[in-house]
């Protein structure tokens, strides 16, 4: 791999055969073990493909944390003469590089994730949308594509099973709101990424208006693993309710950054004490998990375990995985003014919520900025937030202002003091 991302982490699945496997060489992939897991599912019937999955407990490893198998069924029983897959690697989220690893360094783990879950719901054709900077991720991908297909793992009647699968690779013009699944598939279709009304939802109506499934390239990974080792092993690995591993990325003011895939039963400060060898000049202040619309947590919620469970009681998410780590150094309006001018840049401006929220909240936190924010200013840039988190129409005007939330609860007289 040409760029410098340290694997901390060594007890792994997913990032096993990063920089032991050269990913442009498919014959080292099948070496250790590859594509025997879609030999075996191509003598299953498609529903045990499904309740296979199900059973796992795999959940989006996108943000969303929506049970794999259970999207899945919504195509699987649509009736339709084309159903499509899409794999969402439009990884803008600031802070997160765990599907370019994937991608650039172990590309067939990726294809064949796709073909076994193509043919568990009835799909023909795949898309992996990526990310239009990710040069080499795009580069890397089409010579593994063209190196399955040459080997009779894609393509036409996939190792003389009668089923037959293609992929594509369409890159993204480096827009955020892309990372939204119906925007995504808005901008596949040559239109601009917006995102849609929902309902319908992607599985029933998705792509040309197909049944389609938008998968995470971590959630699809994982899915050769299941079929090979089986829906026991994968509910063995990690918390009983939240089975299997997670891929964090560390940055920030972190002694070791690198990439870390661990099971879900260890808290965030393990993580950042085990792997990234503890704080970089300084305790930690704070850390934000899950890229820029993440939540902010404070040093007491970093040291619990976090479930999908208790992220889901206590209304916080891991996001994309992404653990930005910030000492006792840094000033909480700098950060989130950061976060602000980047979600303003961001935003579609198709619904007024998000687009004169945006541009709202980063005016008043440049009054704290520069020390002219008070009390009302706080209270009305808490009404704002509340407003934005119920009434825009994606994700990215809902979720854009969880840290400046999050901030106003544990941050807010240091916000004043400013």
Not at 315 to 321: A, I, N, Q, R
Not at 329 to 343: C, G, K, M, Q
Not at 358 to 386: N, Q, Y
């Amino acid at each position: 791999m040409k760029y410098n991302t340290k694997i901390l982490s060594t007890d792994n699945v997913l990032l096993k055969n990063i920089g032991v496997i050269d990913p442009l060489k498919i014959d080292e992939y099948v070496a250790k073990g590859g594509y025997e897991a879609l030999k075996k599912a191509l003598k299953m019937d498609r529903k045990e493909i499904i309740d296979t999955v199900s059973d796992s407990g795999l959940r989006g490893r996108g943000g969303a944390n929506f049970p794999t198998g259970r999207k899945w069924m919504f195509t699987y029983n649509a009736k339709a003469d084309q159903k499509y897959l899409i794999i969402n690697a439009d990884e803008g989220e600031p802070g997160t590089i765990k599907d370019r690893i994937l991608m650039e360094g172990d590309p067939q783990q990726l294809i064949e994730g796709m073909v076994i879950t193509a043919y568990a719901i009835g799909a023909s054709k795949g898309f992996i949308y990526v990310r239009g900077e990710y040069r080499d991720s795009i580069k890397t991908l089409r010579k593994a594509i063209a190196q399955a297909e040459e080997k009779g793992y894609l393509g036409n009647n996939i190792l003389k099973s009668g089923f037959s699968f293609d992929i594509s690779v369409a890159e993204g013009g480096g827009a955020y709101i892309c990372g939204e699944e119906t925007a995504l598939i808005d901008s596949i279709e040559g239109k601009r990424g917006e995102p849609r009304l929902k309902p319908p939802y992607p599985p029933v109506e998705g792509l040309f208006k197909k049944p389609t499934i938008v998968n995470n390239v971590e959630t699809i990974a994982n899915v050769p693993h299941i079929i090979t080792k089986g829906s026991e092993w994968f509910r063995k690995i990690g918390a009983a309710c939240s089975p299997g591993t997670k891929l964090f990325m560390l940055s920030g003011d972190v002694n070791e950054p690198g990439i870390v895939e661990t099971p879900l039963n260890i808290s965030f400060t393990e993580v950042i004490e085990k792997f990234g060898k503890g704080a970089k000049d300084g305790e930690i202040k704070f850390a934000q998990i899950g890229g820029s619309s993440g939540n902010i947590f404070t040093p007491e919620m970093l040291n619990k375990v976090w479930t999908y469970e208790r992220c889901c009681e206590f209304k916080v998410s891991y996001g994309t995985g992404s653990i930005f780590v910030c000492n006792d150094s840094r000033n909480i309006v700098e950060h989130l003014l950061t976060v602000a001018e980047f979600f303003e840049h961001e935003s579609c401006g198709k619904c007024t919520p998000c687009r004169e929220g945006t541009h709202r909240v980063r005016e008043i936190l440049e009054k704290f900025a520069f020390g002219e924010g008070t009390v009302s200013d706080l209270e009305l840039l808490k009404e704002l937030c509340l407003v934005m988190k119920k009434s825009p129409i994606c994700g990215l005007g809902q979720a854009c202002i969880n840290p400046v939330l999050d901030a106003i609860e544990h941050y807010k007289s240091e916000i004043l003091a400013n």
